[in-house]
């Protein structure tokens, strides 16, 4: 009795110690959690996170254009992430996932003993990052990396929210989402594409474990930063799925015995447009906040043929023009340590290069089978293996540009050389494919003819190569000599009925250059301007029947030391000429005449309302010819064809048609000012549209209906409003119909029509003649070459699609004596348009009323009765058209005309 009453204290102590312990742990809780439940988010903001993606830019069919942004991030649902990843997390991170509520108390507890551990000065690596999937999606989103206390009950409390929020499958879908993988990648689909190049259901199963390892240290354990480590991490991943049953002992086995293969692969673009997806980009800045992390889609209205076939077209005709001037040299030569090297392996001449190739080939699998382990000190003995990796670092420091690949010259032979090429290894470069590359002397020079290949190369020269030319399996593969071209060039192409641009290509590459010549560039555009110098000699009574005397004009100026003598290009003169072969083929002297009889101030007056731009306009001759002091640029061409192409009204070129957000939802969207010429008019429509500025043809339209800016007031009020639904990708949002914006009419449909039919001989009969290879009756343009051929053009059209082509220097350098308008730009513009234009039926040229036609005398001018070989068919506006009365005067002018000689 007495040793039971001695124990009963003891017991009593232990029990109000217990109690005591459990009130102070609860109070304890609850104090931590009334201080930390303020400090954390709210569980349900998970169900809406908003992944950090990058800006995404699309032409209209969905093809992706360009990406802006740090995070690579590409959603995936959980539906369609492999079983084998998925297990691969699970049995790494939280084999008990589906049966904790957020926090793992064993793996708490070993929280606890690796703290324990820390505290008697036990470091491993090993130790921490026992969270749960769960705790690690709550840091990932709300919470630093830091390690604390703090952050670590932080996570714990909101897990448990998480859990009582979200299913499991859809936190294991965000954790799949929104992980890191190092290189700039989130989530698994962004690493698979990035390490791998292609989708998580494509990897094999060793690449699976490989990427399930990474998020434990994402940035120095990845297997390019730390191949070492991320190999034991992706076989330690195998081995727990094998403990777990997730995979067969012959899957591990097969799995465990595959070397690395990762390496970093840029996002593959469907159609990489660098200069359209930069001017998109510029043209929605300011729309949102965080413009290059809110995963936004800017929806463009480029079509993805024609871009595509615009960027081909444009750099084919840019290299051709710099093969047919020569060859510069190589870009540089090699140390001579390394020349040394190759000259003692490969002086040797063998039967076939092939040899070559294949003891390549296998001297770049075992250097990188060597290069798998970082932390290996042994090096291959292949001394070509040692020279193939020296070499490759020293290309590295180049860039590869439009598949023109820099390379070192191993061996020059008679009739072929050996080269080793960036990531490609050796191959042959052959002489049939490389006379065109005879020295360089100017851009009228060349030097002689190519005989043999060290006419060309010598050992160790840094050249190009196009990998293109490609021998068949177990061949050595021959490449293309190349350059990089030092001419530069734009297209833009635009739809004339509202202004959407279809393709645009602003130089010959991106990455080299990022001047955008289609929207920056001022040139001369030369004779191209002679159209609108025309149309405004239209307006005001001339007609393509006049005739206007073709011969040397000369005038005084005080201020000149000397006369000024324009001349012709190829200083013939024709005598009289009608209006219509002046234009055709391209006369000075004539286009001069014209502007002489207008008056320039008129014509600047008639040309402004094209839309172009008149701070840099002469008010003299040079006004004719599209030079002096005036420049514009490839859009400003466009636009102002545009309107000729589309019977006379002005629409603004614009290229963003949508900006979504990650929902889908329409955030902004364009509406065009868009041709409509059978509307109904509030008011009669005058015969004669007068001059002035074009209200703006653009506005925006948020969501909402609202207008973000405003519109000019149009002197034009007979347009009338009507409502239209925006037209929309049927898979977004769709948002208020807006009212639809009429665009301006600024030239008279009749003035248009005769320019129409005029520019249409410019390529039945004159300098645009190359492009009756189209098999095409509806295409119409102008070439344009300014002195010295410093730029060339060609601007044309139909009724679907207007395209400028732009080529020249960008220091304003000749392109040569033989260059033109018409073989430079214009080969550039038939590419692109035979494809453009392959599926666009031809729509005939309908003469409006208040034109008439006559048959004229084609020496004369004057209409006649006589249908023969001596007569053509003309078109004048009905107000100006010549009659029986007409024949006097228009002797008077020929006779006026051709005394003009003796009065400058």
């Not at 793992?104 to 551990?117: E, M, P, T």
């Not at 420091?397 to 690949?405: G, V």
Request: negative net charge; contains cysteine; hydrophobic residues 40%.
């Amino acid at each position: 009795m007495q040793r039971a009453s001695r124990k009963h204290p003891v017991l009593r102590f232990f029990a109000v110690f217990g109690v005591a312990t459990l009130c102070t742990m609860v109070i304890g809780l609850a104090g931590a959690y009334i201080y930390l439940d303020p400090q954390i988010p709210e569980a349900s903001t998970f169900r809406n996170v908003k992944l950090e993606a990058p800006l995404r830019i699309y032409a209209s069919d969905g093809e992706l254009l360009g990406e802006f942004g740090e995070r690579r991030l590409i959603p995936v649902a959980i539906e369609d992430v492999p079983e084998a990843f998925i297990s691969a997390v699970l049995d790494t991170e939280d084999k008990r996932f589906y049966q904790h509520s957020g926090i793992d108390y064993i793996s708490l507890a070993n929280d606890l003993i690796q703290l324990g551990a820390r505290l008697v000065g036990i470091n491993d690596d090993r130790l921490g990052g026992a969270s749960t999937i769960t705790m690690q999606l709550a840091r990932n989103v709300s919470f630093t990396l830091e390690r604390s206390f703090l952050r670590k009950f932080k996570e714990m409390l909101l897990s448990l929210k998480i859990e009582q929020e979200l299913t499991k499958q859809e936190i294991l879908e965000l954790y799949i989402n929104l992980v890191p993988f190092g290189k700039r990648a989130y989530g698994a689909q962004a690493a698979a594409v990035t390490y791998y190049g292609k989708p998580l259901e494509e990897l094999s199963l060793a690449q699976l474990a490989m990427l399930a390892g990474i998020p434990q240290r994402p940035e120095a354990g990845n297997p390019i930063n730390g191949p070492s480590w991320a190999l034991r991490r992706r076989n330690q991943v195998l081995s727990r799925m094998l403990d777990q049953e997730s995979i067969t002992r012959s899957a591990y086995d097969e799995a465990v015995a595959s070397p690395i293969t990762a390496k970093v692969y840029a996002r593959e673009l469907d159609l990489p447009s660098p200069y359209a997806a930069e001017w998109a980009r510029q043209e929605v800045m300011g729309k949102v906040s965080d413009l290059y992390t809110g995963g936004y889609e800017i929806y463009t209205t480029l079509d993805a043929k024609q871009q595509r076939e615009a960027t081909q077209a444009l750099r084919l005709g840019l290299m051709k023009y710099d093969r047919d001037h020569g060859y510069r040299g190589p870009e540089g030569q090699v140390p001579d340590a390394l020349l040394a090297q190759i000259e003692q392996l490969y002086s040797m001449p063998t039967p076939s290069i092939a040899a070559e190739f294949a003891d390549d080939t296998a001297t770049r699998a075992a250097s990188a089978a060597v290069e798998v382990d970082a932390e290996s000190t042994e090096r291959d003995a292949d001394p070509r293996a040692a020279l193939a990796q020296a070499l490759q670092q020293r290309l590295d420091e180049r860039d590869t540009y439009a598949e023109q690949i820099p390379a070192v010259v191993l061996r020059v032979e008679d009739e072929r050389a050996l080269v080793f090429a960036s990531d490609l290894g050796i191959g042959e470069v052959q002489l049939t494919d490389s006379r065109w590359a005879r020295l360089y002397v100017s851009v009228d020079e060349r030097g002689p003819r190519i005989r043999q290949m060290s006419d060309i190369l010598q050992v160790g020269d840094i050249v190009r190569v196009n990998p293109r030319q490609v021998a068949g399996a177990g061949a050595a593969p021959t490449w293309l000599l190349t350059q990089l071209p030092d001419i530069q060039g734009a297209l833009i192409a635009m739809d004339p009925q509202n202004g959407a641009v279809r393709a645009l290509v602003g130089g010959y590459d991106f990455y080299r250059n990022q001047y955008n010549y289609a929207l920056q560039a001022q040139r001369q555009p030369g004779s191209g301007f002679k159209p609108f110098v025309y149309s405004s000699a239209l307006s005001r009574g001339i007609t393509p029947a006049d005739i206007f005397l073709d011969a040397p004009l000369v005038f005084e100026d005080a201020n000149l030391e000397s006369q000024y003598r324009p001349e012709n290009d190829n200083n013939r003169y024709n005598g009289p000429t009608r209006l219509r072969q002046a234009l055709y083929r391209s006369i000075n002297l004539v286009s001069m005449r014209v502007l002489l009889e207008v008056g320039a101030g008129r014509v600047l007056e008639d040309v402004k309302k094209f839309g172009f731009d008149m701070t840099s306009f002469p008010r003299n001759t040079q006004l004719a010819l599209g030079g002096g002091t005036m420049t514009v640029a490839p859009i400003d061409m466009v636009r102002a064809y545009g309107v000729l192409a589309n019977g006379g009204y002005l629409v603004e070129p614009y290229i963003v048609d949508r900006l979504l957000d990650q929902s889908g939802n329409v955030l902004y969207a364009t509406n065009p000012a868009t041709v409509c010429k059978d509307c109904e008019t509030a008011e009669e429509k005058p015969d004669t549209v007068a001059g002035g500025d074009a209200g703006s043809t653009r506005q925006e339209i948020a969501a909402d209906g609202s207008v973000d800016g405003s519109t000019d007031p149009s002197p034009s009020t007979w347009l009338r409003t009507t409502v239209l639904e925006s037209m929309l990708n049927a898979q977004t949002a769709t948002p208020t119909q807006q009212a639809e914006v009429l665009a301006e009419q600024v030239l008279d449909e009749r003035n248009a029509y005769v320019m129409q039919s005029m520019l249409r001989d410019v390529i039945k009969l004159g300098t645009g003649r190359r492009a009756r290879t189209l098999n095409r009756n509806d295409l119409a343009g102008k070439t344009g070459t300014t002195n010295d051929a410093s730029d060339t053009w060609f601007n044309g059209f139909n009724h679907a699609l207007v395209a400028s082509v732009w080529v020249g220097f960008k220091d304003q350098q000749p392109l040569g004596r033989n260059a033109y308008g018409s073989n430079v730009p214009l080969p550039i513009w038939i590419d692109f348009m035979e494809e453009a234009l392959a599926d666009v039926p031809e729509m005939p040229l309908l003469q409006p009323p208040g034109v008439v036609t006559l048959r004229v005398d084609k020496a004369t001018g004057l209409p006649t009765s006589v249908a023969d070989s001596t007569t053509v068919s003309e078109v004048f506006l009905a107000e100006f058209a010549p009659d029986a009365s007409s024949l006097m005067s228009g002797e008077q002018r020929q006779t006026e005309d051709i005394r003009s000689v003796d009065l400058f």
